[in-house]
């Protein structure tokens, strides 16, 4: 009689706890990039040469080409089954921007709508640094998990520490000052481009600012934890 092997039964894997800022940033990066270069960057400039080389109005050409960004904001909701707060303000910076632009009939305003955006966050970050709590720590504590989870609770426990409250606000600073200077140089650079290259160019303008920053501040973030850790414990 031969003997029987028992194989480990399985397990139901556990349920993933909550994510870290910096896991919960990279995964909305992930699932963002790929529909971003085609409705953000590709469609868009797609569309402006072929409606410019029809002899379409460059406002015209924008305008048509701002669909597409609007299309990837409904598609993402559809998908996650929510609109997020980012969302609703980029829906409304293009809005904006297609108001501006047919009031005053100029593309420009559709060329820097952008700048809208990252130039109210910026402002908004710098004038959070006069409350309580900076916006840096706001996000980050929505990030951590959950209203009622653990990791939401102890991150906010942090901010009893003062070197975590003046890191926070240090990089709220930097964060705010960034964003309003990489909406300024793309306002200067619609004065000096075309249209087109402005197009090709704001998006790789962003990830050359904003690349940076984030690793900058994942970077800090995990010296911070590395530093808790070494500290010992009474």
């Not at 701002?66 to 909701?77: E, N, Q």
Request: glycine fraction near 6%; charged fraction near 15%.
């Amino acid at each position: 009689m031969t003997a029987r092997v028992s194989r480990p039964a399985t397990t139901a894997s556990a349920p993933a706890g909550p994510r870290s800022p910096a896991q919960a940033m990279t995964r909305m990066l992930r699932h963002a990039v790929q529909p971003m270069i085609v409705l953000n960057i590709a469609a868009p400039f797609a569309a402006y040469e072929v409606l410019t080389g029809r002899g379409a109005s460059e406002l015209t050409a924008l305008a048509v080409g701002s669909a597409f960004p609007v299309a990837g904001i409904v598609l993402a909701a559809v998908r996650s089954h929510r609109l997020e707060w980012i969302a609703v303000v980029s829906l409304a910076t293009i809005l904006v921007g297609l108001i501006a632009g047919v009031l005053f009939h100029n593309a420009q305003f559709l060329l820097v709508k952008d700048s809208i955006l990252s130039g109210a966050v910026g402002l908004a970050f710098l004038a959070s640094l006069a409350a309580p709590r900076p916006l840096l720590f706001v996000f980050g504590r929505q990030m951590a998990g959950g209203p009622d989870s653990a990791a939401r609770d102890a991150y906010e426990r942090q901010w009893t520490r003062a070197g975590f409250r003046d890191s926070c606000r240090r990089m709220t600073a930097v964060w705010g000052l960034a964003l309003i200077a990489e909406a300024s140089l793309r306002v200067a650079l619609s004065f000096l481009i075309s249209p087109a290259t402005l197009m090709l160019i704001s998006p790789l303008l962003a990830a050359a600012v904003f690349g940076p920053l984030a690793a900058w501040s994942l970077h800090r973030r995990s010296a911070r934890l590395r530093a808790q850790r070494a500290v010992p414990t009474a």
